[in-house]
């Protein structure tokens, strides 16, 4: 046990006995909880109290402002940028009610943002001009099992032609050859030419690779008469002569259990300083749970997710050009489950922890590892304990990123299992066997932690719930700081408001950290009220920011190039101890891959400092950063932003 976390045990426990001793005397359970509730607004609220634990408050919009925020990133402007989209409410969805706010913590307002598409459950990065890019989210709801009417499910459009694609058009009927039963199609679909084959020896001809089309059908009319029970291959009505010849479907087994959510393609790019949507080119692929992260030449890789039919996208990821603003097919594929926490390494490869959010079949791209784009190498690290407890945990690259260390929070099993893991998890890539070993562990199992890292190299570890979604009013109201340094964990004051799914935190420019977001499924304990979704947001003041001074940080350049150095004004120059870069976090569903603190090269002067950034592009990605100055008691200065061009 540390001093500060003995000392800390000892307070709580004199704490715990002023109660018992003040309210002896008193009788009745209530007096005695009214008494406890007092006294302990009474100790979070003292000041030594939150020079220790920090301390939590609850930010409640006016009425009209509030949303289902499911997303959160904040911009160079100090701004932080809320994104609800439909919010997960079916109501909304089917209301076209799409919502954003752009809130001010510094001033406290807040503001709409017209949205132009439900961008709920999409993806997002921070790119290197300021934007945020934005791609993919919800097309359609998902329809559980007794609520689907109409039999259906995927139908594979095949071409056999190698002269020419063909489109068929929204309503397209397929009537099976064996089944006779005809479905009908709700989007068009381009199916692409057949590919000639040859033989690579002789150069003969083989026969034609068809173009395949992924279209989503269902029966014309409701009704169980109209499942089907096996794979069949459907005619499909209108085409003649060589289209008719050459153009087919196949389909599975044709039914009426639940429908997924739908994925879109549109993509947009979020302007700070104009506070608006720019659309884009749309994805090749619909998305709705992908994962966007900025590669080594800085153009980003859109990963996995739901497509528009609701399957997991098949291993078709894209990478997005930020200068040409389009999109192209990666050479190869390889398969994720939605939101996969995948974040670029200082070599250029990517890391992949394994965790991920919510979608996607729990033998397909589960094990956590190193891959390289280029070659579609994926190297598995062994090590990780409760390793079928990794969806909804979440992923920090323990600061500073230099040391690439990374830890795994918590967790749990596929789909809506009760199952959660306590463990954390860490690896240090710059190992020459990398593997997972564990670190010190939360008290329960913890689905969906929040975690942000902190100025003076900790971590912020938050909430979560210990079932799928809150069940069984499992929320957890303990957070904790941990320090990479020294790999300890010490509990500190607790949040106020419970977050499980659906929900983030962002460390803010003046060292507070945000927290949004929670959808419990149900309201209460025994699970038969329907949850509602948390609108209020809360913020985390750390115990650093009760210390008598911080220090300053002014003036000095706007840009730094990797390898430059700048110098900057601050009264306490000779007490600053570390400089960092942070990148701003853009949060959703316990997935944030662009977080990251950076050491800086630091000299102090008489009245100021210089900073020099490290060279390496992959470490240093292009874009705007918090620089942070923190003094030899741990205190971080505000931030001042700086862009990495
Ligand atoms: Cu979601």
């Not at 009610?97 to 017209?114: E, L, N, Q, S, Y």
């Not at 969806?391 to 809506?416: N, R, S």
Request: proline share 6%; glycine share 10%; charged share 25%.
């Amino acid at each position: 046990m540390t001093n500060r976390a003995g000392r800390r045990r000892a307070r709580r426990l004199a704490i715990g006995s002023a109660v018992v001793l003040a309210l002896a005397g008193m009788n009745g359970p209530w007096l005695y909880r009214f008494g406890t509730e007092q006294y302990h607004q009474y100790a979070i609220n003292r000041p030594e109290y939150k020079a220790e634990n920090g301390h939590w408050e609850i930010v409640d919009f006016p009425e009209e402002y509030r949303q289902n925020t499911i997303h959160a990133a904040l911009l160079r402007t100090g701004k932080v940028l809320l994104i609800a989209g439909s919010g997960n409410n079916q109501d909304n969805f089917d209301a076209k009610r799409f919502d954003t706010r752009i809130w001010d913590p510094v001033k406290g307002t807040v503001k709409k943002v017209p949205t132009p598409k439900d961008l709920f459950c999409t993806g997002h990065t921070q790119l290197a001009n300021g934007n945020l890019l934005i791609a993919g989210g919800t097309k359609r709801y998902e329809k559980l099992k007794g609520d689907v009417t109409k039999a259906g499910g995927l139908m594979i459009v095949h071409n056999e032609n190698p002269d020419r694609p063909i489109t068929l058009p929204a309503g397209t009927k397929f009537t099976g050859k064996e089944n006779g039963k005809t479905f009908v199609s709700k989007d068009p679909v381009l199916v692409p030419r057949a590919e000639k084959k040859f033989d690579p020896a002789t150069g003969k001809f083989l026969g034609n690779d068809p173009g395949l089309g992924r279209i989503y059908v269902e029966a014309a009319k409701s009704g169980a008469k109209y499942e089907t029970g096996t794979e069949d291959n459907y005619r499909i009505q209108g085409l003649t002569g060589v289209d008719a010849r050459n153009t087919y479907g196949i389909a599975q087994k044709l039914a009426l259990d639940k429908k997924d959510f739908q994925g879109i393609r549109d993509a947009f790019e979020f302007d700070p300083v104009a506070e608006k949507y720019i659309k884009v080119d749309p994805m090749k692929e619909a998305r709705w749970y992908p994962t966007l992260t900025t590669l080594s030449d800085g153009r980003i890789l859109s990963l996995s997710g739901l497509d528009e039919i609701g399957q997991l996208v098949p291993g078709k990821n894209e990478v997005y050009d930020p200068d040409t603003k389009r999109w192209t097919y990666t050479k190869e594929v390889r398969q994720f489950p939605t939101y996969p926490a995948i974040s670029l390494m200082q070599n250029g490869e990517l890391f992949y922890s394994g965790a991920n959010a919510g979608y996607g079949p729990d033998d397909v791209g589960r094990d956590p590892g190193i891959w390289d784009l280029d070659t579609n190498r994926f190297t598995k690290i062994p090590g990780m304990s409760d390793k079928d407890r990794l969806e909804t945990a979440a992923t920090v690259l323990l600061p500073p990123a230099q040391d690439e260390k990374y830890m795994v929070i918590g967790g749990g099993g596929v789909g809506e299992s009760r199952k959660s893991s306590a463990k954390t998890r860490l690896v240090d890539l710059l190992a020459d066997d990398p593997r997972f070993v564990d670190g010190p562990s939360l008290d329960k199992g913890t689905r969906y932690p929040q975690a942000s890292i902190l100025p003076d190299d900790t971590v912020l570890i938050s909430g979560g719930s210990e079932d799928y979604r809150g069940r069984g009013d499992s929320n957890i109201l303990e957070a904790r700081i941990y320090d990479a340094k020294t790999d300890r964990m010490s509990r500190v004051a607790d949040p106020l408001v419970g977050r499980n799914y659906h929900s983030g935190s962002i460390l803010l420019p003046d060292g507070r950290v945000m927290f949004f977001g929670s959808d419990s499924l149900y309201a209460d304990k025994a699970n038969t009220k329907p949850g509602k979704f948390e609108q209020r947001i809360e913020i985390y003041t750390p115990p650093y920011l009760y210390r008598d001074a911080r220090p300053s940080l002014s003036g000095g350049p706007k840009t730094i190039e990797r390898g430059g150095s700048a110098t900057f004004a601050t009264q306490h120059a000779s007490s600053v101890e570390s400089a960092r870069l942070i990148r701003p976090s853009a949060s959703t569903h316990v997935t944030d891959v662009d977080q990251k603190s950076i050491a800086l090269a630091l000299k102090t002067t008489k009245d100021g400092i210089t900073v020099t950034v490290p060279k390496n592009r992959n470490l240093v990605q292009s874009g705007w950063y918090m620089l942070f100055v923190t003094d030899d008691q741990g205190t971080p200065s505000e931030a001042q932003w700086v862009k990495v061009p």
